[in-house]
């Protein structure tokens, strides 16, 4: 009789055992293969990236492609339109009313500036529009009865005034209108660029005359939220450009580390560490870690908080735990 087939614990654990004897027959593996074959990895990278990069734009064309297509056929079928609106309301009416809701947060300005073109240019019609909503509120059981409480109405019409008087003192200060409203990563990175180039702009004596008489100084509390946020993002750059320097110096010595790390973390049954994320990782937080002490020690610039980190400590073997 033949022995049974091993099972899937012993086969795994057979293999494990292969792979701890192998890595520990050759400990210098993975970093030699990275330094053999260095510009073929970037290049492999670089490939990949604009692989992802072309994915990206040939979905974005498909889904623009596919609400073009929907907007045709909208206008197309009108009928059909409002009856697939209708039947989709009937099943999923939380998320519809939620989306109505983040619709009309994200287009609000827009909407009341619609509404007073189209009352202004046929008032006549704007009433007739608003008597057919109150129908329809009336036949979907709302109170089309109730209005603004005179409190309510002065309510809404001084933050109305007040928006208008914030715009009129930005534009007279120079600065650029106030927009609010759900971004995603790649116009957030713009943002960003814009607005770091507004405030590194140089400005001229009328410019910072103008700034100074508005008609009302800017809140205290405003002032100082400004100044901690410009400091946190300062002290940003300035740890984003010691992990640089520092990862620059002591790659090939963090990366063997890692793997020695992994080899140990594999052999106590634990995930390896990632031998190309890792190492920056690492970098990122001794610069976390030390800026504190280094700004008390050497606070001018982040190039002498590099230099005060790296004579001592940070020339001692990484300090890279299981």
Do not use: C
Not at 69 to 93: G, I, L, T
Not at 124 to 144: F, I, M, S
């Amino acid at each position: 009789m033949s022995d049974a087939l091993p099972s899937d614990d012993e086969r795994a654990a057979r293999l494990a055992a292969q792979r701890k004897a192998w890595n520990d027959a050759h400990p210098t593996y993975y970093t030699d293969y990275r330094e053999r074959n260095l510009d073929d990895i970037r290049r492999k990278n670089r490939e990949r990236e604009r692989e992802r990069t072309r994915r990206e734009r040939e979905e974005k064309e498909r889904r623009r492609k596919a609400i073009d297509r929907a907007k045709a056929w909208a206008n197309e079928h009108p009928e059909a339109r409002q009856q697939a609106r209708e039947r989709y309301k009937q099943k999923h009416p939380e998320t519809y009313k939620q989306a109505q809701r983040d619709y009309y947060h994200r287009n609000r300005d827009a909407i009341a500036e619609r509404r007073r073109a189209r009352q202004a240019a046929d008032p006549e019609k704007a009433n007739e529009e608003r008597r057919r909503a109150v129908d329809r509120a009336r036949a979907a059981g709302r109170d089309a009865t109730w209005s603004p409480t005179p409190v309510q109405r002065a309510t809404y019409r001084e933050r109305e005034n007040e928006a208008r008087r914030l715009a009129r003192r930005r534009a007279r200060a120079g600065l650029p209108e106030r927009q609010l409203h759900r971004v995603h990563a790649p116009e957030r990175r713009h943002n960003d660029a814009a607005a770091d180039a507004f405030f590194a702009k140089k400005r001229t004596g009328g410019d910072i005359a103008r700034i100074r008489d508005q008609d009302e100084p800017t809140p205290p509390d405003l002032v100082h939220a400004w100044d901690e946020r410009s400091e946190n993002r300062r002290v940003a750059r300035e740890i984003l450009a010691i992990a640089e320097e520092y990862f620059a110096e002591h790659e090939v010595e963090l990366r063997a580390r890692i793997a020695e790390v992994s080899r140990a973390r594999f052999r106590g049954g634990m995930l390896p560490l990632d031998v190309y994320t890792e190492p920056r990782r690492h970098a990122l937080e001794f610069a976390s870690r030390g800026y504190l002490r280094a700004s008390a020690a050497s606070p001018t610039s982040s190039l002498s908080i590099f230099r005060w980190l790296t004579t001592g400590s940070a020339q001692r073997r990484p300090d890279i735990t299981l």
